[in-house]
């Protein structure tokens, strides 16, 4: 059972990126993915989660509006979409299987001009 997730990744503020999580090792619709992320010298803040059998989400509020999770089930990975992006953006990002508790490595994101 693994999560492999897509490289770091440096944009400029104002611009999109887009993060995949790939699934493999287990029954992928079974489970939810949730994206957790990480800043600089915070905790850890769950931002959400994708029921990958139906792609429904559902978002911690502080993230409903930048975000998008979506799911392609023919590829068993999910994805975090942030556009717009903050200099306060900048963490790594995790998804995790809902259940199983298994951890992608992470990915950094870096937001800087």
């Known amino acids: 059972v693994q999560l492999v997730q897509s490289g770091a990744e440096l944009r400029n503020p104002g611009t999109s990126v887009k993060i995949s999580c790939k699934a493999s090792?287990?029954?992928?619709?079974?489970?939810?993915i949730d994206w957790v992320r990480q800043a600089p010298g915070q905790g850890l803040e769950w931002m959400g989660r994708?029921?990958?059998?139906?792609?429904?989400?559902k978002y911690t509020q502080k993230f409903q509006d930048r975000h998008t999770f979506t799911v392609d089930t023919s590829t068993t990975t999910t994805y975090v979409e942030v556009v717009s992006l903050r200099v306060e953006d900048t963490a790594v990002y995790y998804c995790?299987?809902?259940?199983?508790?298994?951890w992608g490595r992470g990915t950094q994101v870096s937001v800087s001009s």
């Open positions: 090792g287990y029954s992928f619709t079974s489970y939810y």
């Open positions: 995790v299987t809902g259940g199983l508790a298994i």
């Open positions: 994708i029921d990958p059998e139906n792609g429904a989400t």
